[in-house]
């Protein structure tokens, strides 16, 4: 069913690296979304004001702001998928970010509305009656919210969407709070007591909860993540591959929407070779990075001495310091600048997000200890840093 409807509506589907084909996803998942949603909310309400029942009430509304989500979303998918301009030189990619947002706001203010009606039902509760007809449009809603919740998560797999993954989050979670309302209708129908407002609140709270979740997965790529370490790996391992590069650090990914990313590196080169013929190299890499990522990188040298057995022998020495300290640590841009009374041994050492003040002071203390150990007259000129790939939990 799903592959029927992308063969359908969407042209061109496999190619999902490119920006209309893109949209077109997006737009596809916004208008089924809007049809099952619209389609769900009478259905609930019906059953709801047959039975009398908060909670069905509260599900049928939850379903309506999911409507209401995908035309923000539809909106949101078209104003992204504009091209760069004048005004917006990255492109209009973080719209789709704003518009999940607005819808997280949406969600929020639902579950907020039925969480002071729930408080009303609990204070003063009414009898709920029993209608067959209506337990079975409710489980049949259950289904479509499944196929539905299946529906963006597969789609938005395909092309990588932090608002399809939160809309089948989202729906699976009304799968949980449709079976909860079922599962007040029946309880009172064979105990005669009345949890529909009880019920109605743990739904509220599930709606609210989904929507505080919906936000904090859209304002993660808006404040700034971690670059994901497959990509990571895969950025690195292609400036590496390439002849006269050494070795990579320091990556970081600006995402300006899921199709549009800006990214900057430092590559290691021999510092034996002449700098046309290395910056030569870093500009054939960025061109490439365009072609065949789809990515704008910008690659600062790094020179990095490479007939110095003394220096390389000094580094693995230092290297092997750090990890005994924590096999976390990793060093880079390494230098060794000799003195009449010291050596200077200049170095870079990417440490945890979790080491806190202190922690840095005492690792700083213990590294310069051991190192002067080696040999008296090293001496330490160490820059202490946070790296910007994810860390793994």
Known sequence: MINLL???????????????????????SSIVGIICNVLLFAGKLAVGA??????????AFNNLSDAASSVISFVGVKMAGKPADREHPFGHGRIE???????????????FTFFKNSIEKIRNPEALSFDLVSMLILLASVCVKLWLGYFNRILGKRINSSVMQAAATDALG????????????LFFHFTKINIDGFVGLLVSLVVMWAGIGIARDTLEPL?????DPQLYKKISDFVESYDGILGSHDLIVHNYGPTRSLASIHAEVPNDVDVEVSHEIIDRIERDAAKKLGLFLVIHMDPIAV????????????????????????????????GEQQINLIFDVVIPHSYHEKEKAQLRLELEEKVHGLDPRYQCVITLENGYIAEQQ
């Open 50 to 59: 047959a039975v009398r029942s908060v909670s069905v009430m509260a599900d």
């Open 307 to 338: 007939g110095d057995g003394r220096v390389t022998a000094l580094k693995s020495q230092i290297d092997g310091v750090l990890k005994q300290l924590d096999s976390r640590l990793t060093l880079h841009d390494f230098r060794v600048v000799d």
């Open 223 to 227: 404040i700034g993540q971690p670059v």
């Open 174 to 185: 009304d799968v949980v709070t449709t079976l909860a309302t079922i599962g007040s209708i």
């Open 6 to 28: 992308v063969k359908l509506f969407i042209k061109n589907y496999k190619n999902t690296e490119d920006a209309k084909v893109r949209t077109s996803y997006g737009i596809l």
């Open 97 to 111: 970010y704003i518009a999940a947002l607005a819808v997280a706001f949406l969600v929020l203010q639902v579950g």
